[in-house]
């Protein structure tokens, strides 16, 4: 039986991928940071499944600790702070969440299972100022955020290792993945969960900001995959992993809200908070090489995305709104 050990397994492509290993057959350890309220909503159908490990990114020995106790086969660093908005306020716990805490990954990984096979997360972002269209592995990376720069050390640091150290460490650069996991502080969340609170008569307006960016949003559920096979290659290697096609956020506004028969024009208003200090304005990835040395290919659509995550959303909303009733009655 194969092992695993995933950090960031409670977060959306933690979540999927710990699934997606488990009916595999894998033995899949999560590690978990110590918090007052533990939040397991993304993987309370699995979590007795998954061996718990405590540890913190920012801590080497809890890290190398983990790795001995799970001695996995292979190790999937997730975790990170991933919300770019939240970069800029808090630079310096990006940098030591996002960035060093790779390479404490990375030592941990080398100190006390070499042989291990280990993914990094890399990111879109790390392109920020596009220097080509579409972006691909060879793109030269200019992010235009703290979160990715600390991406880009992240990203650097990991083929640091695989080449000073001869460790089998890929990254995955993934452009935009969503689904119903995704938080609700990210734009795609945002957006469908708005959506349904509006349709039920909750919500009034939604306040948005730069409706002309350009991305390449795809399922993380198709994403997690791709992980997985970057570890099956014979030699490690670096990946993007996209859909090869770009929408606007107007576009996902209009395909969210025509959905359950809205207008987003009647809707949406324009608030200057919610622009970025420097905006990222396209991300189109070029995902030929994992198509063709992977076998990888996406199975959910962006529109089967947005109307499944509206979906999901109108059902969790409606169940919330039910609930507050019933409590309401019981209390009078």
């Known amino acids: 039986m194969k092992r695993a050990l995933i950090t960031g397994v409670t977060g959306q492509d933690g979540s999927y991928l710990a699934e997606f290993l488990l009916e595999k057959g894998y033995k899949v350890y999560g590690l978990r940071r110590r918090t007052s309220t ?37 190790v999937y660093n997730l975790a990170a702070q991933s919300y770019v908005a939240a970069s800029w306020p808090q630079p310096l716990a990006t940098g030591h969440m996002t960035a060093i805490s790779v390479t404490n990954m990375l030592e941990a990984v080398r100190l006390m299972k070499p042989d291990a096979k280990y993914y990094q997360a890399s990111s879109s972002e790390m392109f920020g100022k596009v220097q080509e269209t579409p972006q691909r592995e060879t793109t030269p990376f200019y992010p235009r ?14 083929v640091n290792y695989r080449e000073s150290f001869n460790m089998f460490a890929c990254s995955g650069i993934l452009f935009n993945h969503e689904s119903p996991r995704r938080g ?6 945002k957006v469908t969960d708005a959506v349904a609170r509006i349709k039920l008569g909750l919500q009034t307006d939604l306040k948005m900001g730069n409706l002309d960016a350009l991305r390449d ?11 997985w ?21 107007r576009e996902l506004l ?68 039910k609930y507050n009733e019933e409590l309401s009655r019981v209390m009078v």
């Open 38 to 74: 533990p939040n397991y909503e993304n993987v309370q159908k699995i979590k007795d499944q998954i061996e718990w490990l405590s540890g913190d990114l920012t801590d080497m020995a809890s890290l190398m600790e983990a790795v001995r106790v799970s001695q996995p086969d292979e």
């Open 145 to 158: 955020s703290p979160y990715g720069v600390a991406k880009v050390y992240g990203h650097w640091i990991t």
């Open 184 to 189: 609700l502080e990210f734009v795609t969340r």
């Open 217 to 227: 949003w795809g399922f993380a559920g198709d994403y997690v995959k791709a992980m």
């Open 229 to 249: 096979l970057m570890l099956q290659q014979e030699e490690p290697d670096d990946y993007v992993i996209a859909t090869g096609e770009m929408h606007s956020v």
């Open 254 to 321: 209009e395909t969210a809200f025509s959905y359950v028969d809205l207008n987003y024009r009647d809707y949406v208003i324009i608030d200057s908070q919610f622009v970025r200090p420097a905006e990222v304005d396209l991300l189109l990835g070029d995902c030929n090489k994992a198509k063709e040395r992977l076998g990888w290919e996406i199975e959910l659509s962006f529109k089967q995305l947005i109307h499944m995550m509206v979906d999901e959303d109108l059902r969790r909303v409606q169940a919330e709104q």
